[in-house]
């Protein structure tokens, strides 16, 4: 056992057990960043205690107040300024169409104001943390099926 050891790299001791080894790299979606913002925005909003919770189901009652919050009222940049709840329904196209018109009025009624262009409010596709990888998933599962199955 010793001089197999002494002749197998760290990583294929790692498969034998089945240890997935981690590599943390930019723009993966398992990745410390991701967990981090979060915590970020749990920790800077308003209601958060700033001496820690007096027990767990004050911190657990907290999180689902956040967690509500965050999907029905926070409105995130990566999907044209809504809520996550309001993309499923539906709403992500009308709310940024109707934004737009009133962003132009207001440009029209006072254009002293505005130096430059609005945002974009155009409708967002597809969201995707890794849209590199996920090209490369499929590309793999794709050329996978294409492949005979061993016998």
Same mark, same amino acid.
């Given at each position: 056992m010793v001089?197999t050891?002494k002749?197998?790299?760290?990583l294929?001791?790692?498969?034998? #057990?089945?240890?997935k080894?981690?590599? =943390?790299?930019?723009?993966?979606?398992?990745?410390n960043?991701y967990?981090e913002a979060?915590?970020?925005? @749990?920790k800077? %909003?308003p209601? +958060?205690p700033?001496?820690?919770f007096?027990?767990i189901d $004050?911190g657990r009652?907290?999180?689902?107040? +956040?967690?509500?919050?965050?999907?029905?009222?926070?409105r995130?940049s990566?999907?044209? /300024?809504?809520?996550?709840? $309001?993309r499923?329904a539906?709403?992500?196209e009308?709310l940024p169409?109707a %934004? /737009?018109s009133? +962003? /132009?009025e @207001?440009?029209a009624k006072? %254009?002293?104001h505005? =130096?430059r /262009?609005?945002?974009n409010? =155009? #409708?967002?596709?597809a969201?995707?943390?890794? #849209?590199?990888r996920?090209g490369?998933?499929a590309?793999v599962?794709?050329?996978s099926?294409?492949? #005979?199955m061993?016998?």
């Amino acid at each position: 056992m010793v001089e197999t050891l002494k002749a197998t790299t760290l990583l294929a001791m790692l498969h034998w #057990p089945g240890i997935k080894p981690y590599y =943390s790299r930019p723009r993966v979606s398992d990745d410390n960043v991701y967990a981090e913002a979060l915590v970020h925005t @749990a920790k800077h %909003r308003p209601e +958060f205690p700033a001496r820690g919770f007096e027990n767990i189901d $004050q911190g657990r009652l907290w999180g689902s107040d +956040f967690v509500r919050w965050y999907n029905t009222e926070q409105r995130h940049s990566g999907i044209r /300024h809504v809520a996550p709840e $309001q993309r499923h329904a539906g709403d992500d196209e009308a709310l940024p169409a109707a %934004r /737009h018109s009133l +962003f /132009h009025e @207001a440009r029209a009624k006072h %254009r002293a104001h505005w =130096s430059r /262009h609005t945002r974009n409010w =155009s #409708p967002v596709a597809a969201v995707t943390l890794n #849209p590199e990888r996920d090209g490369v998933v499929a590309a793999v599962t794709t050329s996978s099926k294409s492949m #005979p199955m061993a016998a």
